[in-house]
């Protein structure tokens, strides 16, 4: 039978500003996102029976409506008015609820995953608005690398790759947060900040290729409610990482390191927690390992 299986790979925000409320209930976000190397595994196959089923190797997760791939596979079915069924394998790498993007990368595997096994297309606009309608971050894994978030932060535009680095993630076993719950709490810090970086002005500073540091705004009340991560976020420092942050709306932390040998060194300093050596990717480098391998 027809398949594809193609990596869906973590993202780090190395820059995420939250800038208030907005209208219609989301938050203003400025991000830099940036994907590296640790993955999910998906698999899609073609079957004659219709419908989609879905199996996990992790049996936390739900395996239905509430999935994710399962939502993006059921849109561009009935976008592309498909009548076969389709059969969907996901091997879990990227530990959930750490800020790492697992779910949004996951999904956007199974759009791409299923134009390339339908052998169909979608213009770019349409395939954008799409992933939007899933999740905020799921647009910019159709495209990796380094990126620049704006809007809900579904609102995406390439920047200069930058010169790679080693990452080690750290994932508390003990702590998974909400992204919802996460921006309850940093909502209650702001609401709309008086004084906030023009657009033109983070822009630039995101368009140099030295970048401008990492910095994370969830981390005043995510590290308010877990001491630990905090000390986690410190201990990557102690350790020589060059950076360190917490990973989107958390729990994981991660601190980029000058090569993956030290990255090691230092992930032995953290025996009660799950630890990632890992690595940037640039969007060349995202769009090569996508193509996916497919066989009949």
């Given at each position: ?11 780090i ?8 409320k907005?209208?219609?209930g ?23 029976h219709?419908?989609i ?9 739900p ?6 791939v ?8 009935r ?26 990368s996951?999904a ?18 349409r ?25 809900r ?23 998974g ?18 004084q906030?970086p023009?657009?033109?002005?983070f ?41 360190a942050a ?5 729990s994981?932390v ?8 030290q ?23 995202y769009r ?9």
């Open positions: 039978m027809q398949s594809v299986s193609l990596p869906a790979f973590a993202k925000n190395l820059r995420l500003h939250v800038l208030g907005r209208a219609d989301y938050h203003e976000l400025r991000t830099v996102f940036q994907t590296i190397s640790l993955h999910d595994t998906l698999r899609l196959t073609l079957t004659r219709p419908g089923s879905l199996e996990t190797d992790n049996p936390a997760l395996s239905g409506r509430e999935n994710l399962w939502r993006a596979l059921d849109a561009l079915r976008e592309l008015q498909l009548r076969r069924g389709v059969r969907a394998e996901l091997t879990k790498r990227i530990p959930t609820a750490r800020g790492l993007g697992g779910g949004s996951d956007a595997a199974a759009l791409v995953g299923m134009l390339r096994l339908c052998r169909r297309q979608l213009p770019p606009a395939l954008v608005k799409l992933a939007a309608g899933l999740g905020a971050d799921v647009p910019f894994f159709l495209f990796g690398g380094r990126a620049l978030g704006i809007g932060g579904d609102e995406v535009y390439p920047l200069p790759d930058l010169p790679g680095h080693a990452i080690l993630v750290v994932s508390p076993r003990d702590v947060i909400s992204t919802r719950e996460a921006y309850r709490w940093v909502s209650r810090q702001l609401t709309m900040r008086k906030v023009r657009l033109h002005s822009c630039a500073l995101c368009w140099s290729l030295q970048g401008a540091g990492v910095s994370n705004d969830f981390e005043t009340a995510i590290f308010r409610r877990y001491p630990r991560l905090a000390r986690l976020k410190q201990g990557l420092l102690r350790r020589g990482a060059l950076e917490l990973a989107g709306s958390g994981a991660f601190g980029l390191f000058r090569n993956p040998a990255a090691r060194r230092a992930a032995r300093g953290f025996p009660k927690d799950q630890v990632f050596v890992c690595k940037t990717l640039s969007r060349g480098e090569r390992a996508r193509r996916g391998r497919g066989g009949v």
